[in-house]
Structure formats: structure tokens, C-alpha cells
């Protein structure tokens, strides 16, 4: 049986301390109106000519050219720009709370996959995800508030719910977006976004439940029953989970279609789910509350993110070659920011971050079993893939004046505070030992 | 010197893992097991090294890639460029996303066949190799241990029968 430390509650309790008042600092210091956004341009303008007289020609250029310009279009740049800085604070509590939802929900899907597949090995490991599944819960709940707030048009994350996006009449008429209203409507959007997250929650519940109900009772028919839940859940998140990526992420840029995306999203955050498992297995393993767990187990997790993290560059290699080669303007409007614009660095860094290292790194068999080499690896396979969502949100809602600042800081910390506390809690509750599971006995005498 | 060995024969795999053990507990040398099926932990038994094949892979899977990097940039750059697409055909940088393919598929020949070689090769399994199996029921049910014979003759054969043999043969080792 595990105690919730009080140290590391102090230091969870801290960080979402800590994270509420840089959101909140966020918040209120993004920019009201357009006069402010003014400023913030003029000021660079005048940064950028004092770096350099070539640079400062080509802005006298460009100003000269826009006098034809009526005053207008400037308005409504103006607009447009002041739009994506208030986007940011919004921006950086979507990649947060999108980013801890779904290592949760991943941690879910391999977990029913061990039902699913009667997997021996991970019983031992069971009591751990159930507890990091524990935040989804929470974690629903924040994202939907952000859903809620996008859907009553509390900021502009997402483009297509612009008023008079679907009016022939209006000025913001948008007929490709208007094509796709018959599923990109702001109600259904809602609905469907709760009913994603319903249909975690309740898995979680009953998953959790009958596990539970197993130590106690031993009886296998509990055992058959939470096989059938885990085949349905599988089943249920993999349609589930196409269009949760399409109506969460992909509608960002409404224009842009990849039918790649949603497994793209999925190797994604199935990686840093089993990164978070072994991690958190470390750590329980260290306080000395798993005494099955042994290298092996280790080793296996470790064998999960080599593979998924090939996994990952495989979907974002794919997904980028074949709209390089056919370089179809609508396809290529994505990858300009990304390739060649402002987010060249997170979007080929991470490359380095999420394949290269891992696969190094973890291609040895003895550094598998080496708890610390786990640990660097995962902390860097973490990183890289909050990098990853990051540069899925930020292009379409920020643009180019993105940076990491206080927003994108104080989100992370504050929902790492909130991750740490629930699933720590959840996993002091019972013990670790999943007792009643049938296959306990393989897992326990499982060596390598 | 004494060139000989006695081939002990069991038809059950949990026994001649235990049998393994137990033989090299009490200190004879085991010269090879035949089998007709890959026994799990035999090899750790027997106390075999661990295999290196898996360094072999990581070189031939490099030697690959090497050869598709090289291979792609004289067809494809120098030798005769080929605008496909509208790519730019004259910097290999930039139209390295389209041999990314290549360099993959030939990473995985590579290493593929190289290791299947290697294996061959180690293993002693080359064309016209006569079959080195003493009894030929070991490529049907049956498993055979080949044990040195140094010391005394029944007092072996009476140890292997304990660990459970069915049937015992002395043989001269080539």
C-alpha cells in the first residue's frame, strides 16, 4: 500500500498554485484592443530597424507599398493579429489540458488492451495505470470548460465558428468551411466533445470498479466481464478517437484535410502514456511499494516506447512526404509555418527529441533495464511530445507571434500539479497488489 | 585421448531442460543438444554466451542505409538528375524527403539478409551440407543430449538415466 507523501502533495498542491496565477496573469495581460496590438507592432518594427540597415530598406519598401492599401485592410489585420494574442493564454491551457487528458486516456487503451489480449506480464503493472487513468476525470472536466468557452465565442481558437462563416450573405463567408457544416457546426461540435468524453469516463468507471470488485471476490465472471468491456472500449475509442482528433485539432485549420492525422495523434500521446506508466512505475518501484516489479517489466515498457516512438516519426513522415511531393496548395498551407515559417524549430527539433534520441538511446537491451537511462528518455519523450501538441494548436490559433512565455509555462505546471496530485491520490487508495487477477501468478514469476 | 560421447535421448522438452541443469551441476561437459523445436531458456541452461547477432544487425542495417544514401545521390543527383514533380533536382538536401523510402527499405534488406547469412554461416548450414544430427528422430519428436565421455562409462550412463533419458548410444566425435 502506497502513502501519498506529503511532500510530494506539497510540491503538486505548489505547482497548481503556481500555474493558476500565471494563467491568470496570462489572461489579463493579453491585449483588449486594437490600439494595443499597434503598439506591440510598432515596437517591433522599430526593433527590427535597429537590427539592421538592409533589414530596415525592405521595411521602408513595404510601407511605401501599403499606403495603397486602404485603411480598412489595416483594420482588419489589425484585428486579426490582436485575435491570435488573445488566442494565447486560451491556446496554452488547450495544449495542457488536451496534453494530460489524453496520456490518461492512452494509459486507458493500453490498459484494456492487457484485458483485451489476456496479457500475463502487466498485472503487476495494472494498479498503476488504473491510478494514472484516474485524471481523467479532472481532466475532462478542464478541457470541456475549455470546449464550452470556444463554442461561446470567449476567444478565437477555432476560425469556422466566426460569425458568418456559414452565410453567403456575410462578408465572412467561407463555402469550403460551409461545405463541411453539416458536421462542423458549433451544437454538434459540443455534443460530440461531450460524448467523447463521456465515453471515457464511464470505461474508466467500470473498468476501475470491476478491477477492484477481482481482488476481493476472485470470481472469474467478474473477470470475463472487463474482458468484454475492454474489447468494446478499444473498439468504441478507435472510431472515438478519429473524429475527437478531426473536431478538437484538425478543425484548427479548416481548410486542410490529412486523413493520416488521427493516428498521428494517437502514436503520439500512446507514447508518452506508456512513458508516463514506466516513469511512475519507477518512482512507486524506487519507494519500494511494487516488490514484483522487477527489470523485465522495465525492460517491456522500455520496448513499448522504442517502438511506439517509431511508430510516431513513421505517421509524421508519412503525413509530410506525401503532401511535399504533391505540394497541392491547400495540402501545403499547413506546412508553411511549420517547414519553412516561424515553427521550423519545435517542428523538426522535435524529430530529434521523439526519434532520433529514443532510438538510440533504447535500441541496447541492458539500457531498457537501466532505471535512470528509462527515466532520462522518458522525461526527453515527454518533452518532445508536448512540443508535438504544441505545434498542432499554435500555428492555426497564434501564428507567427508565438513564444513561450508565462501562458505556456504556468498551463503546463499548473496541470502537471493537477496530474500529479489525482493519479498519486488515486494510487494510495488501494493496494497495488492486484490480487484477485487470474494471471497474477505469470506476472509476478515473469523474468527475462 | 577419449574422442567419445554419449548421445542420451529424452522425449519430453521440461525434462531435458531439467536434465541440462543437472548434468552441469554435477560437472560434465555438455558438447550440443539437437532439438527438433527452439526449447525456451535452453541456451541460458547450457550457459551459452549471449548471441551478438543483434550488433551484426545494427551494422548491416547502417551499411544500408549507407549504400541507399550513396546509391539514391548518383542515380538520382549526379549521374542522370530527374525532375520528378518539380522537385529540385540538383541538391540533394532537398529532395532528400522523397529517399527517405528507400534509405528505410534498404536499411531493413540489408540488415535482413545480411542476418540471415550470418546466422547460416555461424550455424554451419551452407549448400551440400550433410545433415549433422545424430538421430534423425530429433527432426520429429525426439531430443538429444551429447555429453563428453572422460571418466567412467556406466557410472555417465547410470546419471543420465536417473535424469530421465530413454535411451543412451556411444559415439566416436569426428
Given at each position: 500500500?502506497?502513502?501519498?507523501?506529503?511532500?510530494?502533495?506539497?510540491?503538486?498542491?505548489?505547482?497548481?498554485?503556481?500555474?493558476?496565477?500565471?494563467?491568470?496573469?496570462?489572461?489579463?495581460?493579453?491585449?483588449?484592443?486594437?490600439?494595443?496590438?499597434?503598439?506591440?507592432?510598432?515596437?517591433?518594427?522599430?526593433?527590427?530597424?535597429?537590427?539592421?540597415?538592409?533589414?530596415?530598406?525592405?521595411?521602408?519598401?513595404?510601407?511605401?507599398?501599403?499606403?495603397?492599401?486602404?485603411?480598412?485592410?489595416?483594420?482588419?489585420?489589425?484585428?486579426?493579429?490582436?485575435?491570435?494574442?488573445?488566442?494565447?493564454?486560451?491556446?496554452?491551457?488547450?495544449?495542457?489540458?488536451?496534453?494530460?487528458?489524453?496520456?490518461?486516456?492512452?494509459?486507458?487503451?493500453?490498459?484494456?488492451?492487457?484485458?483485451?489480449?489476456?496479457?500475463?506480464?502487466?498485472?503487476?503493472?495494472?494498479?498503476?495505470?488504473?491510478?494514472?487513468?484516474?485524471?481523467?476525470?479532472?481532466?475532462?472536466?478542464?478541457?470541456?470548460?475549455?470546449?464550452?468557452?470556444?463554442?461561446?465565442?470567449?476567444?478565437?481558437?477555432?476560425?469556422?465558428?466566426?460569425?458568418?462563416?456559414?452565410?453567403?450573405?456575410?462578408?465572412?463567408?467561407?463555402?469550403?468551411?460551409?461545405?463541411?457544416?453539416?458536421?462542423?457546426?458549433?451544437?454538434?461540435?459540443?455534443?460530440?466533445?461531450?460524448?467523447?468524453?463521456?465515453?471515457?469516463?464511464?470505461?474508466?468507471?467500470?473498468?476501475?470498479?470491476?478491477?477492484?470488485?477481482?481482488?476481493?471476490?476472485?470470481?472469474?465472471?467478474?473477470?470475463?466481464?472487463?474482458?468484454?468491456?475492454?474489447?468494446?472500449?478499444?473498439?468504441?475509442?478507435?472510431?472515438?478517437?478519429?473524429?475527437?482528433?478531426?473536431?478538437?485539432?484538425?478543425?484548427?485549420?479548416?481548410?486542410?484535410?490529412?486523413?493520416?492525422?488521427?493516428?498521428?495523434?494517437?502514436?503520439?500521446?500512446?507514447?508518452?502514456?506508456?512513458?508516463?506508466?514506466?516513469?511512475?512505475?519507477?518512482?512507486?518501484?524506487?519507494?519500494?511499494?511494487?516488490?514484483?516489479?522487477?527489470?523485465?517489466?522495465?525492460?517491456?515498457?522500455?520496448?513499448?516506447?522504442?517502438?511506439?516512438?517509431?511508430?510516431?516519426?513513421?505517421?509524421?513522415?508519412?503525413?509530410?512526404?506525401?503532401?511535399?511531393?504533391?505540394?497541392?496548395?491547400?495540402?501545403?498551407?499547413?506546412?508553411?509555418?511549420?517547414?519553412?515559417?516561424?515553427?521550423?524549430?519545435?517542428?523538426?527539433?522535435?524529430?530529434?527529441?521523439?526519434?532520433?534520441?529514443?532510438?538510440?538511446?533504447?535500441?541496447?537491451?541492458?539500457?531498457?533495464?537501466?532505471?535512470?537511462?528509462?527515466?532520462?528518455?522518458?522525461?526527453?519523450?515527454?518533452?518532445?511530445?508536448?512540443?508535438?501538441?504544441?505545434?498542432?494548436?499554435?500555428?492555426?490559433?497564434?501564428?507567427?507571434?508565438?513564444?513561450?512565455?508565462?501562458?505556456?509555462?504556468?498551463?503546463?505546471?499548473?496541470?502537471?500539479?493537477?496530474?500529479?496530485?489525482?493519479?498519486?491520490?488515486?494510487?494510495?487508495?488501494?493496494?497495488?497488489?492486484?490480487?484477485?487477477?487470474?494471471?497474477?501468478?505469470?506476472?509476478?514469476?515473469?523474468?527475462? | 585421448?577419449?574422442?567419445?560421447?554419449?548421445?542420451?535421448?529424452?522425449?519430453?522438452?521440461?525434462?531435458?531442460?531439467?536434465?541440462?541443469?543437472?548434468?552441469?551441476?554435477?560437472?560434465?561437459?555438455?558438447?550440443?543438444?539437437?532439438?527438433?523445436?527452439?526449447?525456451?531458456?535452453?541456451?541460458?541452461?547450457?550457459?551459452?554466451?549471449?548471441?551478438?547477432?543483434?550488433?551484426?544487425?545494427?551494422?548491416?542495417?547502417?551499411?544500408?542505409?549507407?549504400?541507399?544514401?550513396?546509391?539514391?545521390?548518383?542515380?538520382?543527383?549526379?549521374?542522370?538528375?530527374?525532375?520528378?514533380?518539380?522537385?529540385?533536382?540538383?541538391?540533394?538536401?532537398?529532395?532528400?524527403?522523397?529517399?527517405?523510402?528507400?534509405?528505410?527499405?534498404?536499411?531493413?534488406?540489408?540488415?535482413?539478409?545480411?542476418?540471415?547469412?550470418?546466422?547460416?554461416?555461424?550455424?554451419?548450414?551452407w549448400p551440400f551440407q550433410k545433415a549433422s544430427n545424430p538421430d534423425p528422430r530429433t527432426t520429429d519428436d525426439k531430443f538429444v543430449m551429447e555429453v563428453e565421455l572422460s571418466g567412467n562409462e556406466s557410472e555417465l550412463s547410470d546419471f543420465l538415466k536417473k535424469t530421465g533419458a530413454i535411451e543412451l548410444k556411444v559415439a566416436d566425435k569426428a
Open positions: 500500500m502506497y502513502t501519498f507523501s506529503g511532500k510530494l502533495k506539497t510540491f503538486s498542491i505548489a505547482l497548481m498554485i503556481l500555474g493558476a496565477l500565471g494563467m491568470g496573469y496570462g489572461f489579463l495581460t493579453a491585449p483588449k484592443t486594437t490600439e494595443d496590438i499597434k503598439e506591440i507592432l510598432h515596437q517591433e518594427e522599430s526593433h527590427d530597424v535597429a537590427q539592421g540597415d538592409e533589414h530596415a530598406t525592405t521595411e521602408v519598401h513595404a510601407s511605401a507599398d501599403s499606403e495603397s492599401h486602404s485603411a480598412e485592410a489595416e483594420q482588419n489585420h489589425l484585428e486579426h493579429v490582436l485575435h491570435q494574442l488573445q488566442n494565447r493564454p486560451w491556446a496554452a491551457y488547450f495544449v495542457a489540458a488536451f496534453f494530460f487528458l489524453m496520456i490518461g486516456v492512452l494509459v486507458l487503451v493500453f490498459y484494456a488492451i492487457q484485458w483485451a489480449a489476456q496479457a500475463g506480464w502487466s498485472i503487476v503493472l495494472f494498479r498503476v495505470m488504473e491510478g494514472i487513468t484516474a485524471y481523467i476525470l479532472p481532466g475532462s472536466i478542464l478541457l470541456f470548460l475549455f470546449l464550452l468557452a470556444s463554442g461561446f465565442h470567449l476567444n478565437h481558437i477555432y476560425v469556422w465558428m466566426a460569425e458568418g462563416t456559414f452565410d453567403p450573405t456575410s462578408e465572412n463567408y467561407d463555402a469550403i468551411i460551409d461545405g463541411k457544416s453539416w458536421w462542423l457546426n458549433t451544437p454538434s461540435w459540443l455534443i460530440r466533445g461531450f460524448v467523447y468524453l463521456f465515453v471515457y469516463n464511464i470505461f474508466r468507471w467500470l473498468l476501475r470498479k470491476n478491477s477492484i470488485a477481482l481482488d476481493n471476490s476472485g470470481d472469474v465472471k467478474i473477470y470475463k466481464k472487463n474482458f468484454n468491456l475492454a474489447v468494446i472500449f478499444i473498439v468504441l475509442y478507435a472510431i472515438l478517437e478519429l473524429f475527437m482528433s478531426f473536431d478538437w485539432l484538425m478543425s484548427l485549420d479548416p481548410h486542410w484535410y490529412s486523413q493520416l492525422y488521427s493516428f498521428y495523434v494517437f502514436a503520439s500521446m500512446m507514447v508518452s502514456g506508456i512513458t508516463v506508466i514506466a516513469l511512475v512505475t519507477i518512482y512507486l518501484r524506487k519507494k519500494g511499494v511494487l516488490p514484483f516489479v522487477n527489470d523485465k517489466h522495465i525492460h517491456d515498457l522500455g520496448t513499448y516506447m522504442f517502438g511506439f516512438s517509431i511508430f510516431w516519426a513513421y505517421f509524421w513522415f508519412d503525413q509530410f512526404m506525401l503532401q511535399w511531393y504533391a505540394n497541392i496548395p491547400e495540402d501545403t498551407a499547413y506546412f508553411f509555418p511549420r517547414l519553412i515559417g516561424s515553427y521550423q524549430l519545435p517542428f523538426i527539433g522535435m524529430l530529434i527529441l521523439n526519434f532520433v534520441f529514443p532510438i538510440f538511446i533504447l535500441m541496447d537491451k541492458d539500457s531498457k533495464k537501466t532505471p535512470w537511462f528509462v527515466i532520462v528518455t522518458g522525461l526527453v519523450i515527454l518533452f518532445g511530445h508536448y512540443i508535438d501538441i504544441f505545434q498542432l494548436i499554435y500555428p492555426a490559433t497564434v501564428g507567427d507571434n508565438w513564444s513561450i512565455g508565462v501562458p505556456e509555462i504556468a498551463s503546463l505546471l499548473f496541470f502537471l500539479g493537477v496530474f500529479i496530485f489525482t493519479i498519486f491520490s488515486s494510487i494510495s487508495k488501494v493496494p497495488l497488489h492486484a490480487k484477485g487477477n487470474p494471471f497474477m501468478k505469470e506476472s509476478e514469476i515473469y523474468h527475462g | 585421448m577419449s574422442n567419445k560421447v554419449i548421445q542420451a535421448m529424452y522425449d519430453d522438452d521440461d525434462v531435458l531442460l531439467k536434465a541440462v541443469k543437472e548434468t552441469r551441476e554435477a560437472n560434465h561437459h555438455i558438447e550440443e543438444v539437437f532439438t527438433p523445436f527452439p526449447v525456451h531458456g535452453l541456451e541460458k541452461a547450457m550457459g551459452m554466451k549471449g548471441t551478438r547477432i543483434a550488433i551484426a544487425a545494427f551494422i548491416y542495417g547502417l551499411t544500408g542505409l549507407g549504400f541507399a544514401i550513396w546509391m539514391m545521390n548518383y542515380m538520382m543527383i549526379e549521374d542522370w538528375p530527374q525532375n520528378i514533380g518539380g522537385k529540385p533536382n540538383f541538391s540533394y538536401v532537398e529532395n532528400m524527403p522523397a529517399f527517405v523510402p528507400i534509405m528505410f527499405e534498404l536499411t531493413v534488406f540489408f540488415a535482413a539478409h545480411l542476418m540471415v547469412i550470418t546466422f547460416y554461416m555461424r550455424s554451419k548450414i
